[in-house]
């Protein structure tokens, strides 16, 4: 049995900025802070650990109920966001997962930044969320390491749940248009397809040694491959 780790903005998907704006409205309208820090970078990065950062950068408590009130304004916010701006699916997601969902031999989860239940609103929006039964989330780890170990244990369930034993796992798998993505792949020992969809470069990509390198996600047979 097979595993295969999605990332979600940049590599799934582009929400147009809607992500962005909802993030800048919840520090706006719960905290009275605008605009926020340019200083603090998203890419690749938790939810958890982009708020902890923003909030060490204008002087906000980081308190559980300071993240707490961040995390209902954020979804909240996402939702309204969503439908304000012009999101895409990324070339050739939509034919690998079909690819994918056709194997009895592989799962498909998620490994991504946002918290669960935005990773849930994005890709509902764009009709994906039936995709993938289970994941690594933002919601309680500033370290993507944590994520991914999160993810693979939630896929070694999956897998028990059909009988499949964590000895008999095979290839584990993560997609995703980071750096970050590369370093939380290899801290669980997976191979890694890096695309440059997102903000990253495929030079800089190349600098995280990734097993394949790609455009897009459209080369679907040269993704199945590294699953032999």
Known sequence: MHICLFDIDGTILL???????A???TFAEEFGVDPISGDVSFSGRSDRAIAADLFAAHGIDPS???W???YGGYIARVDEELPRHEGTVLPGVEALLGELALRDDVLIGLLTGNVRETARRKLVHHDLWYRFTFGGYGDQHVDRNLIAADALAAAVEQAAAVGVQREALGTVLVLGDTLNDIRCARSIGAKVVAVSTGQSSAEVLRQGKPDLLLETLEPTEQILQLLS
């Open 15 to 21: 929400t147009g900025g809607a992500g962005m704006q």
């Open 23 to 25: 993030f800048r409205r």
């Open 64 to 66: 559980l109920e300071n």
């Open 68 to 70: 707490e009130r961040f």
